[in-house]
């Protein structure tokens, strides 16, 4: 498809939540997963694929032997490393000032093996929608300029080869995580990444699914000047 997002014509796909398959299969059979994957969709396809992996922030730097992976990105919300507030939830400050180091520290990471990284920056959570307050629920606040701040702090570790960021998400409004204009916040999400030159690839996450399935990605081209999806 025309849309769908490449890396000098390479296509990506974003492999989240790669502690998940280390759980179940160990790093070394999942690293020679992705590889025997890449390799049977070039050999039977002729496509390239670019793989983004994607990890919590306290992941093992183990996978990073002999890995098949072109860049890595912080995947999943990052309450375990906020401290342990009772109620579960938490200021976007707490989040900001966070994942400021956070960004810091896999970018340096990720360069050091190298690897591309991609930051991935959330407008806020909540998924009370399922969840039961007081047991299973996380909460980061929404704060709009906090959410811009993070968003410039973000461009200090984009890295120049692959110069992209995911914002999660378009339209995920079951976690609080949405840009998309709403009556709530008008277009005042969009508005704040205006920030970003029409060079970057600023790629914004879609979930177009109901609850329980999974989302899409999308390669949207996005005019920063007018808030307008081509």
């Known amino acids: ?22 759980s179940n299969f160990g790093i070394d059979e999942t690293n020679k997963l992705f590889f025997e994957l890449r390799n049977y969709i070039n050999n039977n396809y002729g496509y390239d694929l670019y793989l983004i992996g994607g990890v919590f922030y306290d992941s093992s730097k183990e996978f ?17 490393s906020l401290g342990n507030d009772p109620d579960r939830t938490y200021s976007y400050e707490e989040y900001y000032n966070a994942y400021k180091e956070i960004l810091h520290d896999w970018h340096n990471i990720s360069v050091s093996n190298g690897l591309e990284f991609v930051p991935l920056i959330k407008p806020g ?25 993070l968003c410039e702090y973000a461009k200090n570790y984009m890295t120049d080869n692959l110069n992209m960021l995911l914002l999660f998400t378009w339209n995920d409004f079951n976690e609080s995580t949405c840009i998309e204009p709403s009556f709530e916040y008008g277009m005042s999400y969009l508005d704040a990444i205006k920030i970003y030159p029409d060079s970057l690839q600023l790629e914004i996450i879609i979930n177009d699914l109901p609850i329980g399935t999974k989302g899409n990605y999308y390669d949207f081209t996005l005019d920063r000047k007018s808030t307008r999806l081509n």
Do not use: C
């Not at 849309?3 to 939540?17: F, M, T």
């Open 64 to 80: 990073l032997n002999n890995n098949p992976f072109d860049a890595i990105t912080i995947w999943g919300n990052l309450w375990s």
């Open 1 to 22: 498809h025309p849309s769908y997002l490449k890396v000098n014509n390479r296509y990506v796909v974003i492999i989240n939540n790669l502690p998940i398959y280390w």
């Open 125 to 149: 959570f909540n998924n009370l929608a399922y969840t039961t307050m007081g047991q299973d629920h996380y909460i980061i606040d929404r704060d709009l300029e906090k959410f811009g701040l």
